[in-house]
């Protein structure tokens, strides 16, 4: 079956643009999650979504990142005025939702992000 | 607070070389998991291992194999004869509990080189 997908893979910028990243989860998936990882680093946590509301978002860095999952499915991670310090890979992960066994995330290829 | 130390930040090693990346977590929790990932050139993070923490058992998987200690809190991988292919970013991640919801904490990751 079809893994998580996300688009675009890269996307160039300019300093104080805004950006959407996409995100399509495996189907059926009812939980979203968004890292972010920066050069030399591992990934780092950003928002989670379960269904359509973002039930822990305390990792976005600032009020700029916002992601939203309308339909429960595809979730877009959008950044307003973005800042160099903003390049980075996205990735996007997406898991089942089941109390009995352990939630496996499975993880996209992510967006390379570069602000200029 | 959890955490996940990979001391290593490169490790070179020639063909058919024995090869231990090191982890070692910090939690407070009981029940978490551990993971190791591998991020080729490609970028795309591939699941190598999940390991929960009532399981101390060690693990082999071809040419794989993982240490699990809990008296050390590391989690250490072990390629055997290694080869070029392996040549990849590889990290470990500890995530308390496994129902959904629950953010992977990363290390900065072992960039590993293998040459012919």
């Given at each position: 079956g079809a893994g998580v997908s996300q688009t675009p893979s890269n996307k160039v910028t300019e300093k104080g643009k805004?950006?959407?990243?996409?995100?399509?989860?495996?189907?059926?998936?009812?939980?979203?999650?968004?890292?972010?990882?920066?050069?030399?680093q591992g990934p780092e946590f950003l928002i989670y979504f379960q269904g359509t509301g973002a039930a822990d978002d305390s990792g976005l860095p600032n009020d700029r990142f916002f992601a939203v999952r309308p339909e429960g499915s595809v979730s877009t991670l959008k950044i307003q005025r973005t800042e160099r310090g903003d390049s980075a890979v996205y990735l996007c992960a997406s898991s089942f939702t089941d109390d009995l066994t352990y939630n496996e995330q499975f993880f996209g290829p992510g967006t390379r992000l570069t602000v200029l | 607070a959890q955490k996940v130390t990979?001391?290593?930040?490169?490790?070179?090693?020639v063909e058919k070389e024995d090869?231990?990346?090191?982890?070692?977590?910090?939690?407070?929790?009981?029940?978490?998991?551990?993971?190791?990932?591998?991020?080729?050139?490609?970028?795309?993070?591939?699941?190598l291992i999940r390991r929960n923490s009532f399981d101390?058992?060690?693990?082999?998987?071809?040419?794989?194999?993982w240490n699990f200690q809990k008296s050390t809190s590391s989690f250490n991988f072990t390629i055997t004869a290694s080869q070029v292919v392996d040549s990849a970013v590889y990290f470990c991640a500890l995530s308390e509990e496994g129902q959904a919801g629950t953010a992977l904490i990363f290390g900065k990751g072992t960039t590993l080189s293998v040459s012919s």
């Open positions: 805004y950006v959407e990243l996409r995100c399509d989860p495996i189907s059926g998936h009812t939980a979203l999650y968004w890292y972010r990882q920066s050069l030399g | 990979q001391a290593q930040t490169e490790i070179s090693v090869v231990t990346l090191d982890c070692v977590y910090e939690t407070r929790d009981t029940t978490y998991y551990l993971f190791w990932y591998k991020q080729p050139p490609s970028g795309e993070l591939v699941f101390e058992q060690n693990e082999i998987s071809g040419r794989y194999s």
